[in-house]
């Protein structure tokens, strides 16, 4: 039955086969992108005339950020795939999709906190953006946390994607209501498709090779992540199986 | 829906029924703040908005897992779930109960305890309209995470992890209009917010609620 749509990967054997033979070159790629552009950021660009060289850690900070939020928006996608057609791939792709995004929040937090000491004059404040990414960070605790207290897998599936919804509604609630206190710290974007933007090209390659760098990172960490989940879940079959018939 | 709910008041408020825990826990951490920040009036009063309100918000997370919790165990919430009203109904009415028996004591005794908080003059009508149009969504987004931790062993420390995030925008724009109240500024806009969070969290949560309770009673 080949009909060529994508709902075809829903299928855990074909899912299994071709992520299998995409994994490497989308590892590869990832370990190029990510290596060559963190080098490239951090050694072959001139210094800021204004911050120095800690303006070098928007290479780290901007490509996590970009990760952090994309990944709840994929994890957000995959639960409703799950629970409109109980695709089980669906399911476990949200799951290893929040350790890494939870991950990539931590580190658009802290690699915030050490460009805002020297900057700003302070690791922390209770800025919009940086308020929001902090409850960014507690959805993905809650949601990792029920994942994790659940035994029956199709159950914590179905809870944990009706938390996916629900969160992402007062996630951006939050956000808004955060943003409600005032414009804060953190400037505004530095990267924009509209015209007369303020960031020179010396930046912006090595900016978008990292973000390129770090997307696929996260797609390369996120096929492995369920393939594993399946395999756990044949071997937790396999291993039923033995003891029906031991 | 009626009998329901007069079952599940009758229930908080007999012997055992946890009624006034959470009116002893809000009365506790009104008395604990002083003592811990000092009792400097103008910093308390700075301060006596939010406390006030991480306090009713702290007040109504202990009671939460009670609301699916006791009727699981003893197999009343299978019952319900066949009964002809639908689940959705079941919840909003168990939400409901839940906030007649927490939320709107909180409400009264806010103002008491804005007292010893020295709370401005001006911001305790503020304080009561803000609670009492806030409180109602706590206990739906609370009577949405009891749901989803129904039938989990320990789910008391995870209903809160799971819950209090959910409950930022209520308090962000709940101690605002207190915090504007009390400087006299206008607070006609977290107001309304407000009042958008609350009625759009009991449209809606009711129906995630049920589901969360239909795949935990399968």
């Known amino acids: 039955m080949s009909n060529g749509s994508l709902w075809e990967y829903a299928n855990p054997v074909k899912f299994m086969r071709l992520s299998g033979r995409v994994l490497p070159w989308v590892a590869g790629l990832a370990a190029v992108l990510v290596g060559g552009g963190l080098f490239w950021g951090f050694f072959l660009t001139p210094d800021d005339f204004r911050q120095g060289s800690t303006v070098k850690i928007i290479f780290l900070h901007v490509p996590a950020a970009l990760v952090a939020i994309n990944a709840w928006i994929m994890m957000l996608v995959a639960s409703l795939v799950w629970l409109i057609r109980r695709h089980h791939v669906a399911a476990l792709a949200a799951k290893a999709a929040a350790p890494v995004g939870a991950v990539m929040t931590v580190i658009g937090l802290f690699t915030g906190a050490v460009w805002g000491q020297p900057m700003w004059g302070t690791w922390w404040a209770w800025d919009p953006r940086l308020t929001a990414f902090l409850i960014l960070f507690l959805f993905y605790l809650g949601y990792i946390a029920l994942w994790s207290a659940i035994e029956d897998a199709d159950t914590a599936a179905d809870l944990t994607a009706v938390l996916c919804l629900v969160g992402t509604v007062f996630a951006v609630l939050s956000r808004y209501a955060a943003f409600f206190w005032s414009q804060g710290l953190h400037q505004g974007a530095s990267l924009s498709l509209a015209p007369g933007t303020r960031m020179d090209w010396a930046y912006k390659a090595p900016l978008y090779a990292c973000m390129a760098g770090f997307t696929l990172l996260f797609v390369a960490l996120l096929l492995a992540g369920t393939r594993t989940e399946i395999r756990a879940r044949r071997y937790r079959a396999l291993m039923v199986r033995e003891r029906m018939y031991a | ?218």
């Not at chain 2, 003893?74 to 909003?92: F, K």
């Open chain 2, 1 to 218: 829906m009626i009998a329901l709910l007069t079952r599940d008041l009758r229930l908080a408020f007999r012997a055992g029924g946890g009624f006034g825990l959470g009116l002893g826990f809000f009365l506790i951490l009104a008395v604990l703040v002083p003592l811990g920040v000092g009792p400097e009036p103008r910093t308390l009063g700075l301060i006596a908005p939010g406390i006030l309100w991480v306090g009713a918000l702290l007040a109504c997370l202990l009671s939460l897992d009670r609301i699916f919790a006791l009727d699981f165990e003893d197999g009343s919430l299978d019952l319900l779930a066949t009964a002809p009203i639908p689940l959705e109904g079941v919840v909003a009415v168990k939400a409901l109960a839940h906030w007649l028996t927490t939320g709107l004591p909180l409400v009264l005794v806010a103002p008491l305890l804005g007292v010893l908080l020295n709370l401005a003059p001006g911001a305790y009508g503020w304080l009561v309209l803000s609670l009492l149009l806030g409180t109602p969504a706590l206990s739906v987004i609370g009577a949405f995470g009891a749901a989803l931790t129904v039938g989990l062993k320990r789910g008391g420390l995870l209903l809160s992890l799971l819950v209090l995030p959910l409950y930022i925008p209520t308090l962000v724009y709940g101690a605002e209009v207190v915090i504007r109240g009390a400087a006299g500024l206008g607070v006609t806009t977290p107001l309304l917010l407000l009042a958008g969070i609350t009625a759009g969290s009991a449209a809606l949560l009711p129906f995630a609620a049920a589901l969360a309770l239909r795949v935990n009673l399968r």
